[in-house]
């Protein structure tokens, strides 16, 4: 099956620094990957749809400038949490959809990485 | 606007019972509807969907769905549970916006199965 990796699965960083999460699919060529950011016990929420080769599309309530996304083949997308602050630890997923999911829009994800800014 | 509703947070089984885990729907048009798990610390993994076709649909390690459109309901079930199902259960449905497919997750529900 379509498999999707995430790397860090872990980071910790201090406040005010920046750090960057990769998505990639490994097996299939994705031109849409999606970010997600999950709260402890709560669901995921849609941060933005990543497009190869265009800006990403960002949710309403998502700072563009805060949460950079890079999209540069059609098989990685990079997310960077910029200037980083406690508030912004959370777990970040991403996920992909396999060409023949493009209409029923079935997702495949990562791992997901957790980030703790201290 | 597309909407996914998982009235209980949490479900309690015991092992070899029985388990279902309700999820309501409200999309205009044809839904397109899935179920995936998340274990502790990972992404998630898809159990199955519904797009058209026979209303009941059966996906991975047993479990399987009921699509019920009068009732806008798409529950997930397993005859028999396990202490391994334990785990959060999303259900999701297909929103399209600005020429994309997303998806529209539901706030979850952890299922405890115990031995």
């Known amino acids: 099956g379509a498999v999707v990796s995430q790397h860090p699965s872990w980071v910790i960083c201090k406040s005010g620094t920046s750090v960057k999460i990769e998505c990639r699919s490994l097996?299939?060529?994705?031109?849409?990957m999606f970010w997600y950011r999950q709260f402890p016990k709560q669901s995921l929420m849609l941060m933005a749809t990543?497009?190869?080769?265009?800006?990403?599309?960002?949710e309403q309530g998502v700072e563009k400038d805060k949460f950079l996304i890079n999209h540069a083949s059609l098989t990685l997308s990079t997310l960077t949490v910029t200037s980083a602050h406690p508030e912004d630890s959370s777990f970040y997923i991403c996920?992909?959809?396999?060409?023949?999911?493009?209409?029923?829009?079935?997702?495949?994800f990562g791992e997901g990485s957790r980030l703790t800014v201290l | 606007a597309q909407s996914v509703a998982q009235p209980e947070d949490q479900v309690n089984v015991a092992e070899g019972n029985p388990l279902t885990v309700k999820c309501t729907y409200s999309v205009s048009g044809n839904p397109y509807l899935f179920w995936y798990v998340q274990y502790p610390n990972r992404g998630l993994q898809f159990l199955l969907k519904?797009?058209?076709?026979?209303?009941l649909v059966k996906g991975s390690y047993g479990f399987e769905a009921e699509f019920n459109k009068s009732q806008t309901s798409f529950h997930l079930k397993k005859p028999s549970a396990l202490v391994s199902d334990s785990a959060l259960y999303f259900c999701a449905v297909r929103h399209s916006s600005g020429g994309y497919n997303k998806l529209i997750f539901g706030a979850g529900t952890r299922l405890a199965v115990h031995p």
């Open positions: 996920s992909a959809r396999e060409i023949t999911g493009l209409n029923t829009g079935e997702l495949f």
């Open positions: 519904y797009i058209t076709g026979d209303n």
């Open positions: 097996d299939f060529q994705a031109t849409t």
């Open positions: 990543s497009n190869e080769g265009s800006k990403a599309t960002y």
